[in-house]
């Protein structure tokens, strides 16, 4: 039974619930008089960091969000872009970084969930799902049990439903140990005269509830994402929803059915806050007034309040807004798919949101001013000092045995463990299992188009630079689309940072998403959705506050218009390889200075945004007149690991040619400059004739076959070799998993 009738409304309660003594004062201003406890609950969510976004909201308006392919920018339930033929992608990323740490495996599961609900509320039937994952030192304890519960989360849930599970990233780091990051994404495909939003109409229409019954698991889910992890995490395990996959598949099912009648006026997910949420934005967005009558919600337990059923974040539920005389034709969809279907209110002309449960009214509040009188901050910054040079080296290691070591490193070993727990190939539309290529990519289905899918972001970048790491993060998921032969279309993003009220955070933030800004503005990469999680700090045994390192992720989709051009990243016998880009050998915050020096130093690479763009509709072009076979961007681990991951992929070695002279060899093959991609080529002198033509730097590296990577130097690697280095992290760090 609940026990919320024993708390007392008090600006003590507010600030539990996390709001501010002057947010507090301001609801006082709003209603006039004390807020019931249902009226205080949802002010509580709906002005949290984690739906308002009152901390960020000042500056991502700052990102460029229009083009002329973009059909739905940011304010609806996902980014929808022109696709071609009459059709639109619709796509999103979401974090679930709180809850994945408390529950690993429903904290994932369901932020998969939840984002599938985001993609297929606006019409769109999903075809792909991604995810980027941080996790702690893998030394820790505590990591290994967060991974295994993340990864079988993840594909658990996607499996389940339906849709592969096509890419991500992994990466791990200490200031990850108390709050590992799950950030996950999902890609529909719709007709683009045929997208679903979310503003209300129509004053008498039927409010009505679909899906699965309601408990009181989330309750407060998204207050306990705005605020900090202290050592009592754990006891916030109710705060985690539950996820059912069955029952999301026949929702996805259910709701399509019905969006290719008339019957909806207006569709919601109802996810962080629940109830909550999706009816004040689907009435506020709509300009009108609803009242429920929580007395109709069905619910799975027994004797829930007013307060609970509104805050609950209980999954696979929808609000829709139908028209009245469409009621009984929907109702008969969801009997026949035994979901729930339930009119729970109705559309009114007063501007409120008025809720009623047992013939009480338990909450009456203006919903202007809930939106317009949310707070919004623009707090502090701070810059951290830049990094300092680099300065000598001393380096112990041979090249060989360098390389070696970087496979076998957790940021760059193999993820087959991982992906080989996501049913990537489901729907059969999967063109490159992961791996394959640098970008995912999908057939949209009974076309030759395809659709060119990643995420990307390099965190210890952001925390030496935030400005660069943001820019790189964009500019490498353009490279990654590029190197299919796909043009990048547009991005969501997944700001991922720790308390955005210490200067300094909130420095790395707003510097970050000014480096974005200016690399989608140069690569025409426009941000058409996103979200943002803050607070992801945890404190220690020691009471010291551990934030994560700051970490704006990319989602970034592309389109190519035949999808038999299409290449992937595999070593191929009897080519030229060819390095596109300039190669000055940065080593600052390198994973070579990390895992060989014992670093984490200097400053990241430089993101020229001119030569990313000129370097990259090169290659676009190059793989659009079949004059490449293959391409990989060069990223982190630099060429060598970009040749080594190649190779291990196709099978087939390589002979390499003499670096430039001058350059130390450490900084020629381990250096991580961007805007770099190395192609295979039939014919290598062709490539760096027209690189010439075209002022792009370019180089011939040497040419493929055999079973060895050759250096210059004549020692010989194996690809056995790189492989079992490759392949040894995930063994050792899940044995007896």
């Known amino acids: 039974m609940s026990n919320v009738k024993q708390l007392v409304v008090n600006e003590a309660l507010a600030k539990e619930f996390g709001l501010s003594e002057e947010e507090y004062v301001k609801v006082l201003e709003i209603m006039g008089r004390k807020p019931s406890l249902t009226e205080l609950g949802i002010f509580s969510v709906m002005w949290s960091e984690h739906c308002s976004y009152k901390s960020s909201r000042a500056w991502l308006r700052e ?20 696709i071609g033929e009459g059709l639109a992608a619709i796509f999103k990323m979401e ?28 019409g769109a039937r999903p ?45 791990f780091h200490k200031r990850y140990n108390g709050n590992p990051l799950v950030n996950a994404m999902t890609v529909g495909v719709a007709r683009k005269d045929r997208i679903f939003l979310s503003a209300a109409a129509g004053v008498g229409n039927p409010v009505i509830y679909v899906g699965s019954k309601t408990g009181r698991d989330g309750i407060h889910g998204a207050t306990m994402a705005s605020a900090e992890f202290g050592e009592d995490a754990a006891s916030k395990r109710p705060t985690v929803q539950v996820g059912d996959p069955f029952v999301e598949k026949l929702l996805i099912e259910a709701c399509l059915e019905l969006m290719a009648t008339d019957a909806i006026i207006a569709i919601q997910d109802m996810g962080a806050a629940g109830l909550t949420s999706s009816a004040v934005e689907m009435a506020g967005k ?52 035994e979901l729930d279907f339930a009119v729970i209110g109705t559309l009114t002309n007063d501007g409120c949101i008025v809720v009623r449960h047992k013939q009480q009214t338990e909450a009456c509040i203006p919903l202007k001013p809930l939106a317009d009188e949310a707070p919004l901050y623009k707090r502090p910054t701070a810059l951290l000092p830049k990094p300092k040079p ?145 607070y992801n700090e945890t404190k220690d045994s020691t009471g010291e506050n551990i934030s994560v390192l700051p970490s704006p992720v990319i989602g970034g989709l592309g389109v190519i218009d035949n999808i038999a051009e299409a290449i992937g990243n595999a070593m191929l016998e009897d080519c030229d390889i ?28 430089k993101v020229n945004l001119q030569n990313e763009r000129k370097n990259g509709d090169f290659v676009r072009e190059l793989i659009s007149n079949g004059d490449i076979k293959a391409c990989h961007d060069v990223s982190d681990g ?46 290598g002198e062709d490539i760096l004739k027209r690189a010439q033509e075209k002022g792009i730097s370019a180089r011939f590296l040497g040419y493929t076959g055999g079973k060895n990577l050759v250096l210059p130097s004549g020692a010989a690697i194996t690809l056995a070799r790189m492989k079992m280095a490759s392949e040894s992290f995930f063994q050792k760090l899940m044995k007896d998993k």
């Open 286 to 337: 709509g300009g009108v007034g609803i009242e429920l009558n929580l007395d109709h919600v069905p619910q799975r337990e027994e004797g829930m309040t007013a307060y609970e059923m509104m805050l609950s974040e209980s999954q696979e539920r929808m609000l829709m807004v139908l028209r009245p005389d469409r009621t009984e034709l929907a109702k008969t969809i969801f009997d026949k798919w």
């Open 390 to 534: 680099l300065g000598k080296l001393e380096v112990r290691e041979s090249i060989e045995a360098s390389l070696i070591q970087l496979l076998a490193c957790p940021d760059l070993a193999s993820r087959s463990w991982i992906w080989d727990q996501y049913d990537s190939n489901i729907g059969g539309q999967t063109v490159f299992r992961p791996g394959k290529a640098d970008s995912a990519l999908i057939r949209v289905d009974g076309t030759k188009r395809g659709l060119a899918l990643t995420t990307d972001c390099t965190p210890r970048y952001c925390a030496a630079d935030a400005y660069q790491g943001g820019a790189q993060a964009v500019a490498e998921a353009w490279r990654n689309i590029t190197a299919t032969g796909a043009k990048p279309l547009a991005i969501t993003d997944n700001l991922n940072f720790g308390n955005p009220e210490k200067p300094e955070v909130m420095g790395q933030m707003v510097a970050a998403i000014e480096g974005m800004r200016d690399a989608c503005i140069a690569l025409d990469f426009p941000v058409v959705s996103g979200n943002v999680s803050l």
């Open 578 to 605: 060819v390095l596109i880009g300039k190669t000055e050998g940065e080593l600052g915050q390198s994973l070579w200075l990390r895992e060989i020096g014992k670093l984490e130093a200097g400053s990241p690479p």
């Open 638 to 683: 630099g060429i060598l690991v970009s040749l080594a991951e190649m190779a291990m992929i196709g099978d087939v070695g390589c002979t390499l040619e003499t670096p430039e002279s001058g350059m130390r060899p450490e900084a020629y093959w381990f250096g991580e400059d961007q805007a770099r991609y190395i192609v295979l080529s039939s014919n």
């Open 127 to 171: 075809v792909a799902n991604l995810n980027a994952l941080r996790f702690g030192d893998p030394l820790n304890p505590v990591t290994k049990h967060i991974v295994d519960g993340v990864v079988r989360g993840i594909g658990g849930y996607g499996n389940c439903v339906g849709v592969p599970t096509v890419g991500g990233e992994v990466n």
């Open 95 to 122: 974090s679930h970084n709180h809850p994945s740490f408390i529950e690993p495996y429903q904290g994932a599961a369901t932020g998969v969930g939840g984002i599938l609900r985001d993609v297929f509320t606006m």
């Open 63 to 82: 990102l460029p969000t229009k083009a002329p392919w973009v059909i739905h920018g940011p304010g609806e339930n996902a980014g929808v872009v022109d």
